[in-house]
């Protein structure tokens, strides 16, 4: 527990102040809140220390908040306050529903911010983790324009979207992924377990092996012999790739190679096109300046070469040039589909309109090519196995049959 000196305000208007202990400043506000105060300063006081445990680096992750989690805070706080509820009375709502405790310690700063006359857009934008910067533009972009529930409204069904999208491609990859996840399980278990039996017999009938056969027998030795040096090695292989997937050549190279890879080029280049196109419809919508949505959908899109796109659209806009002319000449990445809609969006000052029926149309064609991916990539995966168990077969029992024929 740590002690802090706080200034608080009743809501008679009456100003008071004074020391209390708690875990940390957010969990105060919630306990000023409760006794009817509303926090306007707060400090740690002088000699007091915190016996609270930081969370290590490495597991920064569970401070995350789930986009499921993000997307009923924006749909339920548009209807509340479209309902008539004071905001702060309907985030406390929401605290009180909410089942994640980093999420609650969230909505319960966004009360006190907004209780010391912040907007919603400022006191969102202290939690960069959580809110994005497409979330918290839509959000100022409401407030200033007076729409403030239309524009939660559409950054809820935006970001609903967008997870859904990722979370269809996701799946697709998930019944590929399990079946080569077991075939080298059962791989290292054959090699470890199965092959030394056998290799044990042929060495005791002196059988010459063929050269497969031999291979394998070299491959399982090694293992069983180094299985901690063959587990290390395969650690680190993982951990590097992991590292330099993150790097700037790393991330370009990866990006490059799934933008040439036969199916699952068409879905990455049809999935940026969905998200560039609904993110562009949702700020456009809520009055965002058009270089603004620019600058938010390069944030948007992962794939580098669809960041730099967007970068050189922002740098053409800002020179006067017309959007859909640098659309329509990246027709590699972005289908002409795309540039032409903007185009006639520009034309007839629909853009916005028409970005929105360029996101349904993609995400249609995204969801029915995940759908067929599974069905694609299932007979590949039987001929790679196929192959594998085919090799081993061979190499394991052609000694035998050779034997067989001796005797």
Request: one cysteine or more; charged letters at 20%; a positive charge.
């Amino acid at each position: 527990m740590t002690k802090f000196k706080f200034k608080a305000v009743r809501q008679g208007g009456e100003k008071y102040e004074g020391e209390k202990e708690a875990t940390d400043k957010f969990a105060l506000y919630e306990m000023i809140r409760k006794e009817g105060g509303t926090v306007t300063h707060v400090e740690e006081a002088k000699g007091a220390r915190s016996k609270s445990l930081k969370m290590p680096a490495f597991l920064g992750f569970l401070n995350k908040v789930k986009m499921t989690d993000k997307v009923q805070f924006a749909k339920n706080l548009g209807v509340m306050i479209e309902a008539g509820l004071p905001m702060t009375r309907a985030i406390s709502v929401m605290e009180r529903q909410t089942r994640s405790v980093v999420f609650k310690t969230i909505l319960v700063d966004l009360n006190a911010s907004i209780g010391r006359g912040e907007s919603l857009s400022l006191a969102m934008g202290k939690h960069t983790n959580t809110f994005s910067e497409l979330f918290v533009s839509m959000v100022k972009a409401g407030e200033e324009s007076g729409s403030l529930t239309a524009s939660l409204k559409a950054v809820g069904s935006q970001l609903e979207k967008a997870y859904l999208l990722t979370k269809k491609i996701r799946g697709a990859m998930i019944y590929p992924a399990i079946i080569i996840c077991i075939m080298i399980a059962i791989t290292f278990l054959m090699l470890t377990l199965v092959v030394p039996t056998l290799s044990g017999v042929f060495k005791e009938l002196n059988v010459q092996l063929p050269l497969m056969t031999r291979i394998v027998i070299g491959l399982s030795d090694f293992l069983k012999n180094n299985i901690f040096l063959s587990l290390g090695t395969l650690v680190i292989i993982v951990a590097s790739f992991m590292y330099w997937r993150k790097t700037a050549v790393g991330k370009r190279t990866l990006d490059a190679l799934v933008l040439r890879l036969p199916i699952v080029a068409t879905i990455v280049k049809q999935a940026n096109s969905a998200r560039t196109a609904r993110t562009l419809a949702s700020l456009l919508s809520a009055g965002v300046d058009v270089l603004v949505a620019l600058k938010i959908s390069g944030d948007v899109v992962q794939n580098v070469f669809y960041k730099e796109i967007l970068k050189k659209a922002e740098v053409a806009v800002e020179k006067g040039n017309p959007l859909s002319a640098v659309f329509m000449a990246e027709e590699k990445l972005y289908p002409a589909f795309v540039g032409e809609m903007t185009n006639i969006g520009e034309e007839t000052g629909q853009l916005s309109k028409m970005y929105e029926n360029i996101a349904i149309y993609y995400e249609n064609e995204v969801e029915q090519k995940t759908k067929d991916l599974s069905t694609v990539i299932e007979p590949f995966l039987m001929v790679f196995i196929g192959i594998a168990v085919g090799f081993f077969a061979v190499s394991m029992l052609s000694p035998i049959y050779a034997l067989v024929d001796v005797i």
